[in-house]
């Protein structure tokens, strides 16, 4: 199983830049211009997740912003998905420690600045146009 000291290796391997900013828990940033990463070493798993914006607005207007999300999901997103917590769209993804490869790790950290950086400016459209002032 993959422990926390790994994780931390595989982070320095992939030459990015990282603090620990609770225990198991890291704050990725990529040498390029990009969104930070929270990775979150919690046995049994290894959790990603990206902040892409805040939501704001009332989310039953938001039917456009949704459908699209999950279209985006289904789609073009290759490692993980889109959600919303807390008012708050993520982008997030999970992997069993026991079988967890740097490889792997490399693959959905990228995969989810690729997202993130390519659906920005179409999200941030349906976003303003489905909250009303």
Do not use: W
């Not at 990529?30 to 009332?58: I, N, Q, T």
């Not at 997030?92 to 967890?100: A, I, R, V």
Request: negative net charge.
């Amino acid at each position: 199983m993959v422990n926390k000291e790994d994780v931390e290796s595989y982070l320095i391997r992939m030459d990015l830049e990282y603090e620990e900013i609770d225990e198991g828990m890291f704050l990725v940033r990529s040498r390029e211009e990009g969104f930070p990463v929270v990775v979150h070493h919690s046995p049994p798993l290894l959790v990603l997740r990206l902040k892409v914006m805040d939501l704001a607005g009332d989310p039953a207007a938001q039917h456009k912003l949704y459908r699209t999300l999950l279209e985006l999901n289904a789609t073009d997103v290759v490692h993980g998905a889109y959600g919303i917590e807390e008012g708050e769209l993520i982008l997030s993804d999970t992997f069993q420690l026991e079988t967890l490869t740097l490889e792997d790790l490399q693959a959905s950290l990228e995969s989810l600045q690729m997202a993130a950086s390519g659906h920005m400016e179409r999200i941030k459209t349906l976003a303003s146009v489905d909250v009303e002032p």
